[in-house]
């Protein structure tokens, strides 16, 4: 699937979903069917669910504004979107994250609090943040710079700090913390190598480094850089192997052998 088709691919999908479930027909109406473009719905989508369901949110033509504002945050939504349907064997097509992964839509209102944190609105920006916590259980601040291409899987518990930064195509899964130790101010929180894994559980704590295309195992503890291409493992974590070939957050191969 190419972004070129990917709104009238949402669009058909939702149409099916819409005649196969009656009952969800007007949700569907309201976040896609009743939408000009994926900017608009993704709009809508997100408002309707910070709000508890309240279908004239304030914060739909808010979330439009930003996205007219920076088109550019569209372009990185759907890029999210493909990669969580290419990595994710649960994603059968990219409505199914659209609509129901609150991965994705965790990280998508972030974007849109960002927005507003580099706007100087860091009052709205942080509401946004709470109201995500509260919602999808993934708390992301707003002034966080998180790339393009990224997929939180299940998200339950993620936690990525103020002064974090991402880089294209990582993959988190459920309970990361990306975090500082609680002692340091300023730059504190971790950096994000590109195409870097981050299996379940697993705490990075500080204004550390993990290099591009690592692997961080299940339930470790990184307290100190880890290199390029190299898997780590343990509390502390310390290096298991270094690898030439694949991209991890690509492949999701938590293996650490």
Known sequence: MSFDNLWDSLYTAAEDAAQQEPVLKKWLA?????RQDIGTALAHHLAHGLDNGNLCSPLAPLF??????NT???DVMCRDLIAVYRRDSA???PLRAFLFF?????LQVYRLA????????HTLALFLQSRTSEVYGVDIHPA??????????HANGIVIGETC???DQVSIMQEVTLGGTGKEKGDRHPKIGRGALISAGAKILGNIIVGAEAKIAAGSVVLSDVPPRCTVAGIPAQIIRRHVKGVPALEMNHDIN
């Open 165 to 167: 930064h991402i880089s």
């Open 102 to 106: 609150k991965g994705f839509n965790a």
């Open 64 to 69: 439009s504004d930003l996205l007219k504002e």
């Open 91 to 93: 994603c059968i097509h």
């Open 144 to 153: 966080a710079v998180i790339g393009a291409e990224i997929m939180l899987d």
């Open 30 to 34: 309201h976040s896609i069917l009743d």
């Open 114 to 121: 960002h927005q507003l944190w580099k706007n100087g609105r």
């Open 72 to 74: 550019t945050i569209v």
